[in-house]
């Protein structure tokens, strides 16, 4: 999932709007210090919705869509 990517050692990033190349080093203090600017970062939308009574509903980019629309919306009573 996007708290916890497969990134170890020498990796290149690359921007999917402009076409930059970073190079990075990921060990696992870099990745702890993802994760906790991950759950911040999380933290943070979760209470902007609540204070705006906006439903939110985290998923993973590899959850099947008919699961999200027809069971997981549904659930939040977004969609009837």
Same mark, same amino acid.
């Given at each position: 999932?996007?708290?916890?990517?497969?990134?170890?050692?020498?990796?290149?990033?690359?921007?999917?709007?402009?076409?930059?190349?970073?190079?990075l080093?990921?060990?696992?203090?870099?990745?702890?210090?993802?994760? /906790?600017?991950?759950?911040?970062?999380? !933290?943070?939308?979760?209470?902007?919705?609540?204070?705006?009574?906006?439903?939110?509903?985290?998923?993973?980019?590899? /959850? !099947?869509?008919?699961?999200?629309?027809?069971?997981?919306l549904?659930?939040?009573?977004?969609?009837?």
């Amino acid at each position: 999932g996007e708290r916890d990517p497969d990134l170890e050692g020498e990796v290149v990033l690359v921007d999917a709007e402009t076409g930059e190349e970073v190079p990075l080093r990921i060990d696992e203090d870099a990745m702890e210090r993802y994760r /906790q600017a991950h759950d911040t970062h999380l !933290a943070a939308v979760r209470r902007a919705a609540g204070r705006l009574g906006i439903p939110l509903l985290q998923v993973d980019a590899d /959850q !099947a869509v008919e699961d999200v629309v027809f069971r997981q919306l549904r659930r939040l009573g977004v969609l009837r």
